[in-house]
């Protein structure tokens, strides 16, 4: 069964410039998140979507990010303009439907690596 | 703020040694604490620990939870250099109806032959 794939790997871009991110779930897993690492410090959580709609966007930095998963399978997050602050690892994770009082492991893609120079 | 604290933030050691990772954490309605290793690429799950006290195994990974000092520690005996990686501890915390998890710096542990 395939992992979570996101595509780039690696992006270089210029400051101004929009760029736009893909994750791809594993089949079948409506909950879909979006993290990402900045240089030194941890993993923060960005958005959370269930199936498509946005359950919880409160990591969101600002409105220059726009996640989105349009018939609820693979997902998108863009940003527009960037800027340097927003290099970092940007990671995906997809998980089952939540089974009440269980937990549903969150599986990662490899992440993108997004440089602002 | 939820907040999740490890230590050491980085460790190298010989090969056969054995290693204790340290996670505190301040989570607002804590559900349970989470251990990740994250090689190149993306994290995989180790273990997810929700009882105090009670040890969970894995091969030579062992974890163990303290719920009313807040803490967990990963412990790897016998370390091989393909436990070289960086772990990450998280807080899964439950806000209304989903699970939100918060992520700790990560300890990058790295091991010499």
């Known amino acids: 069964e395939a992992g979570v794939t996101q595509f780039p790997s690696h992006s270089v871009i210029e400051k101004g410039q929009t760029v736009t991110l893909r994750c791809d779930p594993i089949s079948g897993h409506d909950n879909l998140y979006w993290y990402r690492r900045v240089m030194g410090k941890e993993i923060k959580f960005l958005l959370h979507f269930v199936k498509e709609s946005k359950q919880d966007e409160s990591g969101m930095p600002n409105n220059r990010f726009l996640a989105e998963r349009t018939g609820g399978t693979y997902s998108t997050l863009k940003v527009q303009p960037a800027e340097l602050e927003d290099s970092g690892v940007y990671f995906c994770?997809?998980?089952?439907?939540?089974?009440?009082?269980?937990?549903?492991?969150?599986?990662f893609g490899p992440g993108t690596r997004l440089t602002v120079l | 703020e939820d907040k999740v604290v490890q230590s050491p933030l980085s460790l190298v050691v010989h090969e056969g040694d054995t290693v204790t990772l340290n996670c505190s954490y301040e989570?607002?309605?804590?559900?349970?604490l989470l251990w990740y290793k994250q090689e190149k690429k993306a994290p995989t799950f180790l273990f997810m620990l929700t009882s105090s006290g009670i040890e969970k195994k894995s091969g030579r990974l062992s974890s163990i939870l303290d719920k009313k000092e807040l803490f967990s520690i990963l412990n790897i005996t016998a370390t091989q250099t393909g436990d070289s990686a960086v772990y990450l501890c998280a807080g899964r915390r439950l806000k209304t109806s989903y699970d939100k998890v918060i992520f700790g710096p990560g300890t990058s542990l790295s091991v010499i032959p």
């Open positions: 989570v607002t309605n804590f559900r349970s």
């Open positions: 994770a997809s998980s089952q439907e939540k089974q009440r009082g269980g937990y549903n492991e969150q599986f």
